[in-house]
């Protein structure tokens, strides 16, 4: 059934220093920094640029590659965020903008090191300009970074955030996620019931049910888990509100 693997995750789940995890959440911030600067000017949302504008942005973007060196960061970044740094404007590849998907761990950095009161429900997100002002860094002024940093490096600094709460929070986060693939599940099971209803194919070519499978890259043996899916949602949505996992139910699902 759903949420097997938390017994695992409880067994192994332990929290890294305070200090690394303050280190980790503030490079993070930096290259979302930039992240923001490479989105807006790739989706235009600056309007009508001038020279002046321009300057202006790769100043930012060079304070904020100076800002990870004077502040000692670049010996926690990995290597992609250094090589996304130091980029010059303008000069991001797909890959570099991909890594606004790390919003999220952002937020839980700092939900963890007490910058957060709440981790957002699952439908929903961390506020964005809520999460850069909690740290406090000015991303182009690196002794904002030590600001930060400093109160976390004591060995003797405990979590705000304790290890059940941690762990409740991943069991949430994994009911979810089982949700969202059931989700998809539901859907493959509509384009089955449609293929079943196409006329069989002649010669050596796939039939449509083939065909649908191999092309979302599902194999066959999915089939009777997508169809078995109405009724196994209604026993796991009920599961996960007996364990706390979801607020409230809404027609045997999931409530949004």
Known sequence: ????????????????????????????????????????????????????????????????????????????????????????????????????????????????LGRQHTVPAYYSNFDRAQLFQSSGIKPADPSTVEQFVGPFMSPQTQHTVGIQQVQHEVDVAEAWVWRARAQVLLGLREEIDRAKGSPPSSGDQDSPLESTLRAKHIPQSLRKMAADMPKTIPLAAKRAHSRGLVDSLEGGDFAI
């Not at 305070?18 to 000017?41: K, M, P, Y």
């Not at 009508?48 to 504008?53: C, L, R």
Request: aromatic share 10%; net charge negative.
């Open 1 to 112: 059934m759903a949420f097997r693997v938390s017994s695992i995750l409880r067994q192994e789940l332990k929290l890294r220093p305070a200090h690394e995890l303050a280190l980790r959440s503030s490079c993070l911030q930096l290259v979302l920094s930039r992240w923001g600067l490479e989105t807006a000017a790739l989706m235009g949302l600056g309007g009508e640029q001038t020279a002046n504008d321009d300057d202006r942005k790769v100043r930012a973007v060079e304070a904020i590659t100076a800002a990870m060196y004077e502040s000692g960061l670049d010996s926690h970044a990995t290597k992609a965020e250094k090589n996304m740094l130091e980029k010059p404007y303008r000069s991001w590849e797909y890959q570099d903008y991909v890594y606004g998907d790390h919003w999220e761990s952002f937020g839980v950095l700092q939900w963890i």
